[in-house]
């Protein structure tokens, strides 16, 4: 067992199809939702650093959340499109140990960024007296940092037990990236409770992070109900639903991709799954966040007045 352990040194990514055509086709629709996502997300990140007005600790949790997001696409998406391109999906033992790690870690972070988004904007609808004492500067800082230590702590509790496992046979991932439960399947280890036992862990952390999101918006949608003008009503189940709906998709998209049981014969829907969780959210946030945002939009056009007028 030893020896076969040794000698799985790569494993190989099948992703979406051997079909030429349709590798092509993935190619170009990848590398234009990739695009999207980048031009996005970069925006946003440029906007809210050069802009004195967007320094409200919305725009800080959002420059995170953008910067989160172009990390999470960038580690699976650029592998797909040259996977789909070169017909290559190699990759290796340590390369997918480091994406899982990235993965995790990404994914996990977001999760806890976006539970203090909704809090934040939980204390600026529903308390805004109280809103610059509970998000002062200091306040803020700490609750991304603790994001970021939560998406670390996952990422490593779930790479580690997983790649402490024996993996022999086939090293075949039908997935278009190094993905846990793809993985155990994998797996000549007789017990893998361990890792069972982290995944129910992380699962559990964003089960809670999904429930306190709930609760800021059911307290939110309640004071929105009382407000007595119609367009500020309008603007605010505007802003929060696509937010929310986005949210949703990850967290169940995600959460059935991990908790299910792997089936016996790779399907198109474990493939859709994944998309939902790692590729969808970081394109759509972007849009969500800055398509109807005043500010935004007049940070972006006074820049690029800017650009045009330095030609």
């Given at each position: 067992?030893?020896?076969?352990?040794?000698?799985?040194?790569?494993?190989?990514?099948?992703?979406?199809?051997?079909?030429?055509?349709?590798?092509?086709?993935?190619?170009?629709?990848?590398?234009?939702?990739?695009?999207?996502?980048?031009?996005?997300?970069?925006?946003?990140?440029?906007?809210?650093?050069?802009?004195?007005?967007?320094?409200?600790?919305?725009?800080?949790?959002?420059?995170?959340?953008?910067?989160?997001?172009?990390?999470?696409?960038?580690?699976?998406?650029?592998?797909?499109?040259?996977?789909?391109?070169?017909?290559?999906?190699?990759?290796?033992?340590?390369?997918?140990?480091?994406?899982?790690f990235l993965v995790v870690l990404f994914a996990c972070a977001e999760?806890?960024?976006?539970?203090?988004?909704?809090?934040?904007?939980?204390?600026?609808?529903?308390?805004?007296?109280?809103?610059?004492?509970?998000?002062k500067k200091e306040a803020c800082e700490k609750m991304v940092v603790?994001?970021?230590?939560?998406?670390?702590?996952?990422?490593?509790?779930?790479?580690?037990?997983?790649?402490?496992?024996?993996?022999?046979?086939?090293?075949?991932?039908?997935?278009?990236?190094?993905?846990?439960?793809?993985?155990?399947?994998?797996?000549?280890?007789?017990?893998?409770?361990?890792?069972?036992?982290?995944?129910?862990?992380?699962?559990?952390?964003?089960?809670?992070?999904?429930?306190?999101?709930?609760?800021?918006?059911?307290?939110?949608?309640?004071?929105?109900?009382?407000?007595?003008?119609?367009?500020?009503?309008?603007?605010?189940?505007?802003?929060?639903?696509?937010?929310?709906?986005?949210?949703?998709?990850?967290?169940?998209?995600?959460?059935?991709?991990?908790?299910?049981?792997?089936?016996?014969?790779?399907?198109?829907?474990?493939?859709?799954?994944?998309?939902?969780?790692?590729?969808?959210?970081?394109?759509?946030?972007?849009?969500?966040?800055?398509?109807?945002?005043?500010?935004?939009?007049?940070?972006?056009?006074?820049?690029?007045?800017?650009?045009?007028?330095?030609?």
């Open positions: 067992m030893v020896n076969l352990t040794l000698s799985v040194n790569e494993f190989v990514l099948m992703g979406f199809s051997d079909i030429r055509d349709c590798q092509i086709f993935n190619t170009m629709l990848f590398l234009l939702i990739y695009l999207v996502a980048l031009l996005g997300n970069l925006t946003i990140i440029i906007l809210t650093t050069s802009d004195q007005h967007l320094n409200s600790p919305m725009y800080f949790f959002l420059k995170t959340l953008s910067l989160l997001d172009l990390c999470f696409i960038s580690v699976t998406l650029p592998k797909a499109i040259f996977h789909s391109l070169t017909q290559n999906g190699t990759i290796s033992f340590l390369g997918c140990a480091t994406q899982v999760m806890a960024l976006l539970t203090v988004m909704s809090y934040d904007r939980y204390v600026a609808i529903c308390h805004p007296l109280h809103y610059q004492i509970v998000m603790a994001s970021w230590l939560s998406g670390v702590f996952s990422g490593f509790l779930n790479t580690s037990v997983t790649f402490s496992l024996s993996f022999c046979g086939s090293n075949f991932v039908h997935q278009f990236f190094c993905e846990i439960p793809s993985l155990l399947k994998l797996s000549c280890s007789e017990k893998y409770l361990a890792e069972i036992g982290a995944i129910i862990v992380t699962t559990s952390l964003g089960f809670v992070c999904f429930i306190s999101i709930m609760v800021s918006y059911i307290h939110i949608f309640s004071t929105v109900l009382r407000i007595s003008s119609v367009e500020s009503r309008s603007k605010a189940f505007s802003t929060c639903i696509p937010h929310l709906v986005v949210v949703t998709l990850f967290t169940t998209t995600g959460s059935i991709a991990y908790l299910k049981p792997v089936s016996e014969v790779p399907s198109v829907w474990d493939l859709l799954v994944s998309v939902f969780y790692t590729v969808v959210p970081p394109t759509l946030n972007p849009i969500i966040y800055s398509l109807k945002n005043k500010d935004m939009q007049t940070a972006f056009w006074k820049i690029l007045r800017k650009m045009i007028m330095l030609r």
